[in-house]
């Protein structure tokens, strides 16, 4: 039997492209999973190759990453399913394992494909650091810079000296501060843990002049 394996990472992507290209190869029956594919350790993938392929199958993809992103984890069950009996064909890529040529085509794509990731994540990385040192910041918005009525709240009660003391602690109880943010802008996001301006605190107040200037 040939079976056909599809797989993308979340629910918004389309599995479309791919199951045209298996239909087109005339496979007999199409396996389909969203999940993504930083592991093989995946619950569709691993029923499949413990259940639904047998010695004398042949398993087709679409492209090889479509059975993981890691190396090491896809060798391993390509090795597993050749000690099984079951053969593997990327139609992308344009190899079968059941030839020597085949198989080594497989495993210098593999680390041309893993070398490609490893470079993107590092551009990624560099990209963000720079960014960070632009003054961009990532992730949500902090509970209180992030805002600019409370950002203004707490400048005018610090301006008033009822905020903190020269050695950087609250002349305000955390309760009554996370009371007066909240009423100071009603339309984000209620404060709800002191830990929030602890942590706001720990960090040296960042948004106001530092306890040190004061």
Known sequence: MIIGYARVSTDDQSLGLQLAALERF???RIITEKASGKTVDRATFQDML???VRPGDTLVVWKLDRMG???SGVIQVIEDMQKNGVDLVSITDGFDVRTPMGKAMM???LVFAELERNMISERTKAGMAAARAAGKTF???HSIMGFPKRLKHVKALDADGLLRDGDGQLLISRADLIASLNAADKSAKPIKSA?????WQDDGFPGLDTASDK
């Open 50 to 52: 413990e259940y639904g």
């Open 107 to 109: 495993q210098i794509s």
């Open 69 to 71: 992103r890691t190396l």
């Open 195 to 199: 830990m929030t301006i602890k942590r």
């Open 26 to 28: 005339g496979v007999d």
């Open 139 to 141: 992730g949500p918005k």
